[in-house]
């Protein structure tokens, strides 16, 4: 059974960081990429941050570039996501994805099939003085 | 404002049918394959359909994805009461590189 447990939210102070955290299991974790999406309290989803499978390629949500940092240690079954210089809009629950499908090309484009098989719980973040 | 446009909400009546629309552009849906995301009130979100219209192990066939063009349907038959809940479309977006969801349809079963 995949399971996805999101850790480390809480309450931070503007400009502060927060590290989050999701341990993965029931899957061979090293094979798929992993995804962040976050939700702010009453509004709808928003994908924050994605990274391949060996960790090499990562991508970022424009809010969040620059201040946001995904990664993984796949020793560890392990997601992370460091986040600074934290603002009150980055409040929300962030959940943490299994991403599953791929993309392929014909001709001169590539199409994507990717999607989000298995979330977690989430955690809350809470950004306030 | 998402680069998905799905309708605030929609409501029908138990048994009935209902449609929720998702529209893009040709550098998302147009080109890359759209999934659907149903999220029950306080819980986490959870996949219904992927690859346009296949749906995982244990969900019903009460629900169906489709896609033409820049556009993709949810429709749900049959609806039940524990239906009610909130629906993201949701795909990857070529020009932007990045993954972008609709604003989220609440589906409302009178």
């Known amino acids: 059974e995949v399971q996805l447990v999101e850790s480390g939210g809480g309450l931070v102070q503007p400009g502060g960081s927060l590290r989050l955290s999701c341990a993965a299991s029931?899957?061979?974790?090293?094979?798929?990429?992993m995804t962040w999406v976050r939700q702010a309290p009453g509004k709808g989803l928003e994908w924050v941050s994605a990274?391949?499978?060996?960790?090499?390629?990562?991508y970022y949500a424009d809010s969040v570039k620059g201040r946001f940092t995904i990664s993984r240690d796949n020793s560890k079954n392990t997601l992370c996501l460091q986040m600074n210089s934290l603002r009150a809009d980055d409040t929300a629950v962030y959940y943490c994805?299994?991403?599953?499908?791929?993309?392929?090309?014909?001709?001169?484009?590539?199409?994507?099939?990717?999607?989000?098989?298995?979330w977690g719980k989430g955690t809350t973040v809470t950004v306030s003085s | 404002q998402s680069v998905l446009t799905q309708p605030p909400s929609v409501s029908a009546a138990p048994g009935q049918k209902v449609t929720i629309s998702c529209s893009g552009s040709?550098?998302?849906?147009?080109?890359?394959?759209v999934s659907w995301y149903q999220q029950l009130p306080g819980t986490a979100p959870k996949l219904l359909i992927y690859?346009?219209?296949k749906r995982p192990s244990g969900i019903p066939d009460r629900f169906s994805g489709s896609k033409s063009g820049t556009s993709a349907t949810l429709d749900i038959t049959g609806l039940q009461t524990g239906d009610e809940a909130d629906y993201y479309c949701?795909?990857?977006?070529?020009?932007?590189?990045?993954?972008?969801f609709g604003g989220g349809t609440r589906l409302t079963v009178l």
């Open positions: 994805a299994k991403v599953d499908g791929g993309h392929y090309v014909s001709g001169p484009m590539s199409s994507y099939y990717y999607y989000m098989d298995f």
């Open positions: 029931g899957f061979t974790f090293s094979n798929f990429p």
């Open positions: 990274i391949g499978a060996t960790g090499s390629d990562t």
């Open positions: 040709s550098s998302n849906i147009g080109n890359n394959y």
């Open positions: 690859e346009n219209n």
């Open positions: 949701g795909t990857w977006d070529s020009s932007l590189s990045s993954w972008v």
